[in-house]
């Protein structure tokens, strides 16, 4: 079955058909997003002790994407990059801070236009062109960034179908203690590989855990809401993240710490309650998906592809190849990746440069503690990456054998022509996409 012919078919499967759906019929949409969190610190996700319990209800009543990836793993240009449907070098806003230019349309803008109302509530981070996509942007909301979240959906005008973009500053730092009634120990953390297991790491992750459970309360009071409001079965829910977790080797790298994603989506009588999918998602198919269920065309200058089959038949796939990339964020760099099954490629630009995380996890304990053991000599291999300089131009991983990419195995006869095959690859997407050095 060729793509039009699937998407047609899912439309009509779904009860969407594009271009022939009632105002009143159409699907409402909300996107809770956090930042800065990876997905393995989740309960739903297989975390034995983080308490998410909401995002976990989320989870069992909608489906689970387990090969969900982001297109960098960097505040504002992931943001940029979601809202648009193209990728951070294609939006004019590929590194931190940049704001998002006027020419570039959003899905928001999109919707608004097909007569959505739209809102957003919480942290924005993209400039003030990405605004005119929205009838109302409540920037702030304590601590949290959720505070306004309920009220946004509270305050929508009734008549018409939603869009709801609505954002954390949880799990950003600076991070204190006692966030939340019950806060974790160090006991309750999971340390990865690839950071030292010591009590500066373990609190300094026990913290994080909590401003990730201060999120789902509010995320839950969102979901009771919409119950409220008798508007749950026809509202398509997403939870996801911005970027990996603001620790050394996770955020703004194109390792899967950095650029996979927590993503999950309920859509009573839609989606299959319990469901998970391994067929990979880009954060750039966000955009195609919301418009083609939402019965609207979709832009000519989106790069993504609608994963709406996928909500159908989890064992459907949409996409061959992941793309993600690293640009300027705190420090130079420019990092490309591509991913398809269990191999990620990554080239790099700038080889003679260290692997240094962004300057908040660079201020971190964590980080403090690694500098110590580093000038002591008593980091192992798989936690000095943030040291090394110069560092490979290279590299590719079998995540299958290797999940935490801690062994480079371009070099490897054995994977001569996967290796090829990864390089063609990159080549073409970098020439579709007109991606440069700088």
Known sequence: MNRICALTFLAVSLGVA?????????????IMIADDVSPEDIGAYGHPHIRTPNIDALARDGMRFDAAFLTCSSCSPSRCSINTGRYPHATGAAELHQPLPEAQVTFAELLKQAGYYTAAAGKWHMGPHAKRGYDKVTEGGGPSGCEAWVKTLQ?????????????????HRGYTKNTIARPH?????VVPPYLPD???????LAMYYDEISRLDGFLGQVLEELASQKV?????????????????????????????????VRWPEKVKPGAITGSLVSSIDIAPTFLQLAGAAPSKTFQGVSFAPILADPQATTREFIFAEHNWHDYQAHKRAIRSGDLLYIRNAFPELTGSPPADAVR??????????EAEGKLPPAQRDCFIAPRAAEELYDLGRDPNSLSNAAADPALAKQL???RQGLDAWIQETDDRVP
Request: negative net charge; hydrophobic residues 45%; charged residues 25%.
């Open 18 to 30: 594009a271009g022939a759906v009632a105002a009143d019929a159409r699907p409402n949409f909300i």
């Open 155 to 171: 305050d929508r005008p009734r008549d018409k179908p939603f869009f709801l973009w609505l954002a954390s500053f949880d799990a």
């Open 185 to 189: 120990t160090a006991d309750d953390v």
């Open 198 to 204: 010591v009590l500066e790491t373990r609190e300094d």
């Open 232 to 264: 749950a079965d026809n509202t398509l829910v997403i939870f996801m993240a911005d970027n990996g977790r603001p620790f050394p080797r996770c955020k703004t790298t194109v390792y899967d710490s950095g650029v996979r994603t927590p993503l999950v």
């Open 364 to 373: 971190s304990p964590t980080y403090e503690a690694m500098q110590r053991l």
């Open 420 to 422: 090829a095959a990864m």
